[in-house]
């Protein structure tokens, strides 16, 4: 099993729905949760962070955690063309906290 | 601005030469990492440093060193004995605290000739 599971996609919108991107973690020791966005060629950009169980909301972005079921998703409202990506879940270590492990990504399409 | 440099942004390497990527942050952060990431694949640790004049293996460290002699600076020495290179690298950095994620710089891309 791997420590930090995400489907590869490519997962297609249309735009102007909301696009919901999930994430599972192995390891209960972990606190601290992150999403990235990667655009094609470029490197990773921190898009969200949520430590505490529940939801976070950052304009059309919004986090959600549930420790219990080792769980976290990231829903994008209004979905734009230009949020066509690859998103990143991260994950700190419990060991380290200041490590992350990522998951393999997921590949985010919004069809005009 | 603060931020992390990567250098160079596309380097060549030829069987059986070592090349170094070059790491630079201007955030003061004490923590860095250099991870590498195949086509369509998450990313890989391959060795961090949580303070200066220390520094450990990551997950894929075989064929990689570093060495951290100054906060600002982690360079990252590709060796010959690495049989498969071609990759995007990516340096990161953090405050060494885990709360506020990492940074990354823009990346490194090597590819074999």
């Known amino acids: 099993q791997k420590e930090v599971e995400q489907n590869s996609g490519p997962l297609s919108v249309p735009e102007g729905a909301i696009a919901s991107l999930n994430c599972t973690y192995s390891?209960?020791?972990?606190?601290?949760f992150f999403w990235y966005r990667q655009y094609s060629g470029k490197s990773p950009e921190l898009i969200m962070s949520i430590y505490s169980n529940g939801d976070k909301e950052d304009g059309r972005f919004t986090a959600q955690l549930n420790k219990a079921s080792q769980y976290v998703s990231l829903l994008i409202r209004d979905s734009q063309p230009s949020d066509s990506a690859t998103y990143l879940c991260a994950v700190s270590r419990g060991s380290a906290g200041n490590m992350l492990t990522f998951g393999g990504g997921t590949r985010l399409m919004v069809k005009p | 601005d603060g931020g992390i440099t990567q250098s160079p942004k596309y380097l060549f390497r030829k069987e059986g030469q070592n090349v170094t990527l070059s790491c630079e942050q201007n955030?003061?952060?004490?923590?860095m990492y250099w991870y590498r990431q195949d086509p369509g694949q998450g990313l890989r640790l391959i060795y961090y440093s949580q303070i200066v004049n220390d520094f450990q293996k990551g997950d894929i460290a075989e064929g990689y060193s570093v060495s951290r002699e100054k906060k600002e600076s982690f360079p990252l020495t590709v060796t010959s004995a690495q049989k498969n290179p071609t990759a995007f690298y990516l340096c990161?950095?953090?405050?060494?605290?885990?709360?506020?994620?990492?940074?990354f710089g823009s990346g490194t891309r090597l590819t074999v000739v």
């Open positions: 990161a950095s953090s405050s060494g605290q885990g709360t506020y994620g990492y940074t």
């Open positions: 955030l003061n952060h004490d923590a």
């Open positions: 390891d209960r020791g972990s606190q601290s």
